[in-house]
């Protein structure tokens, strides 16, 4: 089975810029979750989505946005980026419910 | 306020003897807590996971320990090994009954080196 993929891998953009990351999860996987990973701040969550909806939500801006499609992809936007949004962004899907998230590599955001 | 701490940032132990991660939590409404391996520049591995209804479970070299009376759960890897070399993160979610899966709360982590 395959795992959680995550595309792009790595970005380059400038502050103001806005950029979409995509999640597609474990096959049969209903619920996805976005991760934020800074050397100071650790894993922190960013939001749920499961069957399309949005469940749980971090203390994050508005500027940090997602969806969820019906195919279970996710995708995860930031708008007028800023330097401190530099980030290891990591997506983890599950069954839902208490079922354990499984991660996969992680976006790499780097913003100049 | 950070509801889950490992409260040491790095481990160093020599190769065959055992390694203790250790983690504290603070609020009492968790009820299931995972264990994550992680390498750089890839995405945390899930390596075990307990839930409150238990105190101990083993999965191979890899043991998790819960006691909720102290708020404390522990990972002992026995017997380490070079390739166990990674930083380690404890996690934990509480039932939220939405339905989906809940959030994880993470830990800082735990460097650990495991020397030849």
């Known amino acids: 089975k395959a795992g959680v993929t995550q595309t792009p891998r790595y970005l380059i953009k400038t502050r103001g810029q806005q950029v979409t990351l995509s999640c597609s999860p474990i096959s049969g996987h209903r619920s996805v979750s976005w991760y934020q990973q800074t050397p100071g701040q650790g894993l922190q969550f960013l939001f749920e989505y499961f069957s399309e909806t949005q469940r749980n939500k971090g203390n994050f801006p508005g500027r940090f946005s997602g969806r969820q499609f019906s195919n279970s992809r996710s995708e995860m936007n930031v708008s007028t980026l800023e330097l401190g949004d530099s980030a290891l962004y990591l997506c983890?899907?599950?069954?839902?419910?208490?079922?354990?998230?499984?991660f996969g590599p992680g976006t790499r955001l780097t913003v100049l | 306020d950070q509801q889950v701490k490992q409260n040491s940032p790095s481990l160093s132990v020599q190769e065959g003897r055992i390694s203790i991660l250790n983690c504290d939590y603070t609020n009492s409404m968790f009820d299931y807590f995972l264990w994550y391996k992680k390498y750089p520049a890839e995405g945390p591995t899930f390596l075990i996971s307990?839930?409150?209804?238990?105190d101990k479970n083993e999965d191979g070299r890899f043991t998790v320990f819960l006691n909720k009376s102290a708020k404390h759960l522990s990972l002992h890897i026995v017997p380490s090994q070079p390739g166990d070399s990674a930083v380690y993160f404890c996690a934990a979610s509480g039932d939220q009954g939405t339905g989906g899966s809940e959030k994880l709360v993470f830990g800082k982590g735990t460097k650990l080196t495991v020397n030849p």
């Open positions: 307990i839930s409150s209804i238990k």
């Open positions: 983890a899907s599950s069954r839902g419910g208490a079922d354990t998230q499984y």
